[in-house]
């Protein structure tokens, strides 16, 4: 067992504290500068820096918010006034986490399928962001459906390393999120991403399991089971949180303590939408806790609004705050579509 687990125990747990989920905002530079590029706004180091300001210093946003994962640029780098970001969410009660991976790279003789590489070094790379204050981690998997895609071998691949990355997390005391993602782009059925997402999260738990990560010092952030893009039948909201619950149950153990789901291209309403579903519907089924941890779904009004422009700062940190407030009520099946328009003075 390892020394730290009731630290990650605990931590795990405020991860997923009632009415709170965790903010994906490590995007690699590359990422980030592609949605910059898209905005007008300069790819520099300090644009970026200015951005992540933007968002660790959104006033109160830690009500919803119990913890951040920041990128290895970011979690160097410190407020305008010279206070390291890590003390700056210590300061606003926010968990400091950290994406671990190097990133999805093509898989060895399997067209159009993706490995996520990062394991070398990486004992070492968790023992500096530990001492640097992160407390958990995160890697993500990346699975494409299409045909007659995913191969065995991509699962089995991608399932084998998040169970390394799991293991060494533990091992060093950092919580790890654990996202393996069945991308939404393709023309598949709802029915056929649930297919892949079981036969995924059958090989994940296998591989845990397997490799002795300890289940309740973990969190799951998986996708939804949903249609892809360009599936000409979309299903309803109440069919995506049924079968998402469904195949959720029969896969993951009771002991893992929550369940946070990144957005995927979802819109901001719709993730919002079916994680409220999820909760007012489904919630009493659940052993664990349901929550999100998206990105885009979360990030995209405040960074449009900001757009590069600081004047813009105050109003984009309401929009922050009002989206990361909404999914905060949709993670306990209190969120209503007539709170999108209690916006704020923007
Ligand atoms: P999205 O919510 O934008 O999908 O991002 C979540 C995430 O962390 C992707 O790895």
Redo the contacts with the bound molecule.
């Keep these: 067992m390892s020394i730290y687990a009731d630290e990650m125990r605990q931590t795990a747990q405020a991860m997923v504290a009632p009415g709170k989920g965790i903010l994906?905002m490590?995007e690699s530079n590359a990422t980030c500068n592609k949605r910059f590029a898209k905005l007008g706004i300069p790819t520099t180091e300090e644009r970026r820096r200015a951005y992540r300001e933007l968002i660790l210093t959104t006033p109160n946003l830690s009500e919803f918010i119990s913890g951040a994962?920041l990128y290895d640029e970011t979690i160097r780098q410190s407020s305008q006034a010279g206070v390291p970001f890590t003390q700056v969410m210590q300061n606003a009660g926010m968990i400091v986490g950290i994406k671990v991976d190097t990133g999805a790279k093509d898989l060895a003789a399997c067209p159009g399928e993706k490995i996520t590489e990062g394991l070398d070094g990486l004992r070492e790379r968790i023992a500096e962001y530990y001492q640097m204050g992160a407390r958990f981690a995160?890697w993500?998997a990346v699975i494409t459906i299409g045909e007659p895609i995913p191969s065995p071998t991509c699962i089995e691949t991608n399932a084998h390393a998040l169970a390394r990355y799991a293991a060494l997390c533990q091992e060093g005391g950092l919580v790890p999120i654990v996202?393996p993602?069945v991308l939404i782009d393709g023309n598949h059925s709802i029915e056929r991403c649930y297919d892949v997402t079981d036969q995924t999260l059958q090989a994940v738990f296998t591989q845990l399991r397997l490799q002795k990560v300890a289940f309740d010092q973990m969190i799951l952030?998986p996708s939804m089971v949903i249609s892809g893009l360009e599936c000409s039948v979309q299903a309803t909201v109440d069919q995506v949180a049924e079968m998402t619950i469904q195949v959720l149950r029969n896969n993951v153990p009771a002991s893992v303590p929550g369940i946070a789901f990144?957005?995927?291209?979802q819109s901001n309403q719709r993730s919002t939408e079916h994680l409220n579903t999820m909760n007012a519907k489904y919630g009493a089924l659940c052993p664990w806790r349901v929550t999100f941890?998206?990105?885009?779904?979360i990030q995209q009004p405040a960074l449009e609004h900001w757009a590069g422009n600081d004047a813009n700062i105050p109003a984009a940190q309401q929009l922050l705050y009002h989206r990361a407030k909404l999914n905060g009520a949709a993670s306990l099946g209190k969120y209503d579509p007539a709170m999108e328009k209690q916006t704020v003075l923007v």
């Design positions: 994906a490590d994962i995160k993500r996202e993602e952030k990144l957005s995927g291209g941890s998206y990105a885009r779904a």
